[in-house]
């Protein structure tokens, strides 16, 4: 494909994700009404879903050369989305969100995983239990020493969903682009409140480098 038709694909793209977005800030709100949340109005609330979205969805039209690869991880896109805000606005990552998705990437990778680079199926399912065994004894033992919860089961769950999506050295990088993002958002709200106290949701940040590995992935 030209650059030129790769520009086209992109536009198009991002325009078919803004409208997704709309679907996944929609599905939201539903969603919060369901576990008997109220729906915030900000405009980062109402407007950050469609806006990513669309940035995402530009971004991966223009590097992706096939169609259906480009589909299948637009959608596991419109999934780190609507964690990362449903997390910051409600610090929840809901099960009705998670076990779908896990399944989706659980039936990926056993029908022959598209971007595991060669390596056997089952990497990725061992993958994703040994995440979410990993940031599970984390929590424990931040809540057994801190006397507060550390890691929400939320966390745990994405974690694994990112092992199946991901398969072993890409969920690694995810991680730590995760952390590394929650540290400086962390030393930035320190700052802007000029207190240590409070506490901090992961999952947006761990959503956000699952979304950074999913975009460096090999086509």
Request: glycine share 12%; hydrophobic share 60%.
């Amino acid at each position: 494909m030209t650059v030129h038709g790769s520009v086209i694909v992109a536009l198009v793209w991002a325009i078919a994700g803004a409208g997704a977005g709309w679907v996944v800030r929609w599905g939201s709100v539903r969603l919060a009404r369901m576990e008997e949340l109220e729906p915030g109005h900000a405009r980062w609330q109402v407007y950050g879903p469609p806006i990513l979205s669309a940035i995402l969805f530009g971004l991966f039209g223009l590097e992706l050369s096939s169609l259906s690869l480009l589909v299948l991880r637009s959608v596991f896109v419109l999934v780190l989305v609507q964690v990362i805000f449903f997390d910051l606005e409600h610090r929840l990552i809901l099960d009705r969100v998670m076990f779908p998705s896990m399944a989706v990437a659980l039936l990926l990778s056993l029908s022959g995983d598209p971007w595991f680079s060669g390596q056997d199926r089952w990497h990725g399912i061992a993958t994703g239990l040994a995440a979410g065994l990993l940031f599970l004894l984390i929590g424990l033992a931040g809540s057994a020493i801190f006397k507060a919860e550390a890691l929400g089961f939320g966390d745990v769950k994405l974690v694994l969903f990112m092992g199946l999506l991901l398969g072993p050295l890409p969920t690694v990088q995810a991680i730590f682009y995760g952390v590394f993002l929650a540290g400086v958002a962390a030393v930035v709200v320190i700052i802007w409140r000029r207190s240590m106290q409070g506490s901090l949701a992961y999952g947006p940040y761990l959503a956000a480098g699952a979304l950074i590995v999913l975009y460096l992935l090999p086509q």
